[in-house]
Each structure stands twice: as structure tokens, then as C-alpha cells.
Nanobody, 118 residues
Framework: QVQLVESGGGLVQAGGSLRLSCAAS????????MGWLRQAPGKEREFLAL???????YYADSVKGRFTISRDNAKNTVSLQMNSLKPEDTAVYFC????????????WGQGTQVTVSS
């Protein structure tokens, strides 16, 4: 069982930056691909970025060039650096883990709120 805890959310003005972190415990972190997703009120959960167990990164078009995902296997953490934030980035942000041999996310954090004011 993997436990995920996000941190780093908050209120920021448009154009600002935030860095989200997700701490993992209870599993072999380096065996998991880690993703960041978000959900805004009244909308479906949206994929943002993934870093595979081998370090390959993938981004949604909506955040490419503004968000950067990274991982530190020594510290069992995955981060999401968010720059040039827009009001439409306001959402609850989740980190999620899927085993390298799995096609779906198996573990989720509780989420952290990000609010971008205009």
C-alpha cells in the first residue's frame, strides 16, 4: 500500500508560480510512475503531467511549457513546478501513482487546493 501526501498549494496571483510536492511512503517509489492531475469545480479530473519510473516525462498540452514535473527517488517525492499560472488553473491538484506494469493509477493523494486570482 502506497500513501501519498501533497503539499504546496495555496493562493497566488495570475502570472505567479507555485511548487507542489507529493511525498510517498509504503512502497518501492522507484517502481512507480507518478502523475499530477487536477479537478476544478464542475469539471472532470484532468491529466497534467506524468513522470515514468524511468524518468520519461509527459505533459498535457494545456500546461506544456509552464509546468515541470520531477522526481527524487532518494527522497520518495515528486514535484510539480507551476509557472505563469492562470485563473483557469484553479483546481484541486492530486498526485497519483501507478506501478510500472500497470495501466491505471492505483494510489491517490488527498489533493491540495490551488487558487489563482486574476
Amino acid at each position: 500500500q502506497v500513501q501519498l501526501v501533497e503539499s504546496g498549494g495555496g493562493l497566488v496571483q495570475a502570472g505567479g508560480s507555485l511548487r507542489l510536492s507529493c511525498a510517498a511512503s509504503g512502497g518501492t517509489f522507484s517502481s512507480y510512475s507518478m502523475g499530477w492531475l487536477r479537478q476544478a469545480p464542475g469539471k472532470e479530473r484532468e491529466f497534467l503531467a506524468l513522470i515514468s519510473w524511468s524518468g520519461t516525462t509527459y505533459y498535457a498540452d494545456s500546461v506544456k511549457g509552464r509546468f515541470t514535473i520531477s522526481r527524487d527517488n532518494a527522497k520518495n517525492t515528486v514535484s510539480l513546478q507551476m509557472n505563469s499560472l492562470k485563473p483557469e488553473d484553479t483546481a484541486v491538484y492530486f498526485c497519483a501513482a501507478r506501478h510500472q506494469f500497470s495501466s491505471k493509477y492505483e494510489y491517490w493523494g488527498q489533493g491540495t487546493q490551488v487558487t489563482v486570482s486574476s
